[in-house]
């Protein structure tokens, strides 16, 4: 069975940084795209970022595009998200995804 554990989150202010990690079990990791994926208060689950199987492909959305970085250690089973210049609008619970699963998240809160 897969299992995806996010962890980093954490209350942070506005211009920091946080690095999430989500380290996955299971199933052969280096074979898949993971992806990170957030959800705000009130809202749907929306994409942040993938990155494929060799970490030579990234692809991010529009609103963290420049300030957030993707990466993976297939070493490690870990996919990792840099995240710098958070705003408020960047508080969500931030999910991992990929192997067909989700991980539980973990909450960044962005104080302005």
């Known amino acids: 069975q897969v299992q995806l554990v996010e962890s980093g989150g954490g209350l942070v202010q506005a211009g920091g940084s946080l690095r999430l990690s989500c380290a996955a079990s299971g199933r052969t990791f280096s074979r898949y795209t993971m992806g990170w994926f957030r959800q705000a208060p009130g809202k749907e689950r929306e994409f942040v970022a993938t990155?494929?199987?060799?970490?030579?492909?990234?692809y991010y959305a529009d609103s963290v595009k420049g300030r957030f970085a993707i990466s993976r250690d297939n070493a490690k089973n870990t996919v990792y998200l840099q995240m710098n210049s958070l705003k408020p609008e960047d508080t969500a619970v931030y999910y991992c995804?990929?192997?067909?699963?989700w991980g539980k998240g973990t909450l960044v809160t962005v104080s302005s």
């Open positions: 990155i494929s199987w060799s970490g030579g492909s990234t």
């Open positions: 995804n990929g192997m067909n699963y």
